[in-house]
């Protein structure tokens, strides 16, 4: 009974221990995003705040020009400018966006990291509860045997080697009954010895348990906060988008009450003049922002690896047997501003109607530009390799987003006329190395 009542104090306290001291140091689970992240965020903020006045600012003097028929000229120059206004707010969303879906991402990935690491840490409790079952059992086990012992040399007493002697019938049978007396001393002991290793190990185990239930609360608490931040991401990324898609209603709204306007000045007015040298800067600043993703897509470490070559083949992004061109790749006189300059592009339409129309990516490969501007509207770009790229402009809207891979025949978005386009059709480009090429030298309508 003493053996029991001692291995069942001690049993006691080892488990008193654990309930009673559960304090561990705290260890860290996931890492925070970059300093240099949060610095992007809050400067899109800010830029954010100041075009949001440029626009209020904007918007009051539009309401006080536009009632005033003799400033007409002046009210369709501010109309111009409001329109980049919101173009550079345009830019900024989609900036700050990126960098949101990348955070979003980051603490995805720290929530899923965490449910493995939490999962493991349950596992493990539940071993280490088992070992302490099977050990316990142990323990009651060896407590019983030995007081089995106890009870049988109380009621018969401890044989000395005299008594065996005297007791004995012969010195052979004196020297069996004396190493069966050693045997069971030795089995007592190493009974004893089993019973301290035994509650030694529940130590172990009752402490390494204390330290993985801790782990498994820090764990949580830490999840718990992720999962905190990454509904707050999610939050911003909804506000900006809907802030985004607000803008760019804004802007073709705007677009379509300035190019009603800008029909009725005179081409040779000194305001006509500035809004067109405007809008022609705004095409060139564009076009070197889409050179400059293109180059940034196509360094090795982001390209699709692809060989693709013209062999391979293109096919026309809108398949259907009435599409035709409607202005083709070359020099041309601008539909909008009257100025002669390059069109890059080819534009096809479809004899049964344009609008809404599937448009299919041209050949294999990654998309690059999944936005919106004022000047191309809804816009895709896809990198083939080996220096091909695609452009797909003025949608109704798009079908893909940037870093997914599409195949030849793909829909990729729906023809329209958003942007700075005159009609619904589709604008379809062809870059070699950056530079733009006619398209009709690779494929054909129809084809």
């Not at 800010?46 to 006045?53: K, T, V, Y």
Request: glycine letters at 6%.
């Amino acid at each position: 009974m003493m053996f029991k009542k001692c291995a069942k104090k001690a049993i006691a306290a080892v488990l008193t221990f654990v309930l009673i001291f559960c304090c561990v140091s705290p260890a860290v689970f996931a890492v925070d995003l970059s300093e240099s992240d949060q610095n992007r965020i809050d400067s899109y903020k800010e830029q954010q705040a100041a075009l949001n006045g440029k626009i209020k600012d904007a918007q009051e003097k539009l309401n006080s020009l536009k009632s005033d028929i003799s400033r007409q000229q002046e009210y369709v120059s501010e109309l111009n400018d409001q329109i980049f206004n919101y173009q550079d707010k345009i830019d900024v969303l989609d900036d700050k966006i990126s960098v949101l879906e990348k955070e979003e991402a980051e603490y995805q990935s720290n929530i899923d990291k965490l449910d493995v690491e939490i999962e493991n840490e349950e596992n493990e409790i539940n071993h280490n509860e088992l070992q302490q079952i099977d050990l316990q059992q142990e323990i009651e086990d060896i407590n019983i045997e030995l007081q089995d012992r106890l009870r049988s040399i109380y009621v018969n007493g401890a044989a000395t080697d005299v008594e065996l002697l005297l007791n004995a019938d012969s010195f052979s049978s004196y020297l069996v009954m004396l190493e069966l007396s050693s045997s069971m001393a030795k089995h007592d002991n190493e009974l004893i010895d089993g019973l301290k290793n035994n509650i030694a190990e529940i130590d172990k185990l009752t402490a390494s348990h204390k330290q993985m239930i801790a782990d498994l609360e820090e764990k949580k608490t830490e999840q718990q906060k992720q999962i905190d931040l990454l509904e707050v991401k999610k939050s911003e990324i909804v506000e900006s988008r809907d802030d985004l898609k607000a803008s760019q209603s804004e802007v073709m709204a705007l677009q379509g009450e300035a190019r009603g306007l800008l029909n009725q000045l005179d081409t040779q007015s000194s305001t006509y003049k500035s809004i067109m040298s405007k809008y022609e800067s705004e095409i060139d600043a564009f076009d070197k922002k889409i050179d400059a993703i293109i180059a940034a897509a196509s360094k090795p470490s982001t390209s699709t690896g692809s060989t693709f070559t013209p062999k391979d083949g293109f096919i026309w992004p809108l398949q259907y047997s009435d599409v035709y061109i409607s202005s083709g790749y070359g020099y041309r006189s601008d539909p909008g501003s009257g100025s002669y300059r390059l069109h890059g592009g080819t534009d096809t339409c479809c004899r049964s109607g344009t609008a809404g129309k599937a448009v299919s990516a041209a050949a294999d490969g990654k998309v690059i530009i999944s936005t919106w501007h004022s000047s191309y509207g809804f816009y895709v770009g896809i990198d083939h390799g080996n220096g091909f790229v695609t452009i797909y402009a003025h949608n109704s809207s798009l079908a893909v987003s940037v870093g997914q891979t599409v195949k030849q025949g793909q829909t990729i978005a729906y023809a329209g006329e958003t942007g700075y386009a005159f009609g619904a059709h589709c604008h379809f480009e062809i870059r070699v190395n950056g530079t733009k090429v006619d398209a009709t030298q690779y494929v054909r309508p129809g084809q």
